[in-house]
């Protein structure tokens, strides 16, 4: 029988984070996770963790983007640090492309190996 759903998963209480969202109504969002303690009072002894998301338009439609904002410890910096991040994203993901590319320009052609198998392999 299997294992019923759910068996054994366990938040971990000193890594909680309370989270905020944020949004011009034009760029992006961007949202903030700040630590808490397991009773919820504010964890001061950690960073908060802050990330950003926005769409862009290509030729094959809307791609959703999202990033983390290095560095940023208040909600300043990491308005302040919303292209860089984007910028990084973007390249991430073009980076990440090229190698899909590369990797499928390497694969070698082997005819019919999508196809049926020939039939002196199949059983009679």
Known sequence: MAE???NGIQMDAANLYREESFTDMKAGS???LVPVKADGTDDPSRVPIFSVATQVMTPGGVLPLS???A???TLAEAVAKFPE???QAVADLREEMAAIQRERASQIVVPGRNGPPP???LVR
């Open 30 to 32: 961007l949202r903030r």
């Open 119 to 121: 039939p002196d392999l």
């Open 67 to 69: 990033a983390e904002v």
């Open 4 to 6: 019923p759903i759910g």
């Open 71 to 73: 560095g940023a410890k």
């Open 85 to 87: 991040a984007i910028q």
